[in-house]
């Protein structure tokens, strides 16, 4: 469930004429802000998307490389997964300015 409206109906006018009619999808900035923050923190520590994968399993959190590229690339992913990976990575901090 959603949150945030991410969608919205465009539609130009006036009295007489219609010009335009669209949707638009804004930005969701805090997505891109996790998933920006997450693959930092990979980088950081030298690792790739593989390389997550099978430090998720040794703490015994099954994903695949795809499951794990889909999840960055939509930048929605629990924050659950989120410590999961940075508990697999080793770190205990965190910045949020990325």
């Given at each position: 469930?959603?949150?945030?409206?991410?969608?919205?109906?465009?539609?130009?006018?006036?009295?007489?004429?219609?010009?335009?009619?669209?949707?638009?999808?804004?930005?969701?900035?805090?997505?891109?802000?996790?998933?920006?923050?997450?693959r930092?923190?990979?980088?950081?520590?030298?690792?790739?998307?593989?390389?997550?994968?099978?430090?998720?399993?040794e703490?015994?959190?099954?994903?695949?490389?795809?499951?794990?590229?889909n999840?960055?690339s939509?930048?929605?992913?629990?924050?659950?997964?989120?410590?999961?990976?940075?508990?697999?990575?080793?770190?205990?901090?965190?910045?949020?300015?990325?």
């Amino acid at each position: 469930m959603r949150t945030t409206l991410d969608r919205y109906i465009v539609i130009i006018y006036d009295n007489y004429n219609i010009w335009a009619i669209g949707i638009t999808v804004q930005p969701n900035h805090w997505n891109d802000k996790a998933a920006n923050i997450l693959r930092s923190e990979l980088t950081r520590s030298g690792l790739s998307y593989g390389d997550l994968v099978s430090k998720l399993k040794e703490i015994g959190v099954i994903e695949t490389y795809a499951g794990i590229a889909n999840k960055l690339s939509r930048g929605s992913f629990s924050f659950v997964f989120f410590l999961q990976c940075m508990q697999a990575i080793g770190r205990q901090d965190v910045n949020l300015d990325e």
